[in-house]
């Protein structure tokens, strides 16, 4: 049995992958950051190499 350790961010415009571990969890989803799982209130971005979210 093969148990998931990471996986996309749940931010639809972001790249990020994340391990369940580290992740910001909220309403069962997994997010990379605090950005991401509060819906991008400011405008930033996860502020991750390579990411461009920020809606
Ligand atoms: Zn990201
Ligand atoms: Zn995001």
Known sequence: ???VSSMKCACETCLCIVSLSDAV???NQY???D???NGHPSGSGCGHTG???HQ
């Open 1 to 3: 049995m093969t148990i």
């Open 51 to 53: 990411c461009n979210c």
């Open 35 to 37: 950005a991401c799982a």
């Open 25 to 27: 969890q909220k309403q």
């Open 31 to 33: 997010y990379c950051s």
